[in-house]
């Protein structure tokens, strides 16, 4: 069961980027599916998630979606700004609620992350 990540990259303040999680070995129909990041020196943080029961939600800056049929999350930023620079990462944890939380400790399923900077 994996989960990779994808869309990582350079960009500059203000501009937008749009991450993708997919899932292999597993579809991510009954599971949460959580977006956090982490900077250097710093502990990993929370940004987003979508329950099993959403198809799509946001938060501020942040959108996120399904697509079922590609077994995938996606993570739309914007108006980025430098403080966003952080290696991202999706995850996934198997769930019967229609809520989800950013609790690092709940999730099982990891990728490995995708870097995102964020300079002029």
């Known amino acids: 069961l994996q989960l990779v990540e994808s869309g990582g990259g350079l960009v500059q303040p203000g501009g937008s980027l749009r991450l993708s999680c997919a899932a292999s070995g597993f579809t991510l129909q009954n599971y949460a599916v959580g977006w956090f990041r982490q900077a250097p020196g710093k502990e990993r943080e929370g940004v987003a998630c979508i329950s099993r029961v959403e198809t799509a939600t946001g938060k501020g800056r942040f959108t996120l979606w399904r697509e079922p049929a590609k077994g995938t999350v996606y993570l739309q930023m914007s108006s980025l700004k430098p403080d966003d620079t952080a290696v991202y990462y999706c995850?996934?944890?198997?769930?019967?609620?229609?809520?989800?939380?950013?609790?690092?400790?709940?999730?099982?399923?990891w990728g490995q992350g995708t870097q995102v900077t964020v300079s002029s």
């Open positions: 995850a996934a944890v198997s769930s019967t609620s229609s809520s989800c939380s950013v609790d690092v400790p709940q999730y099982n399923y």
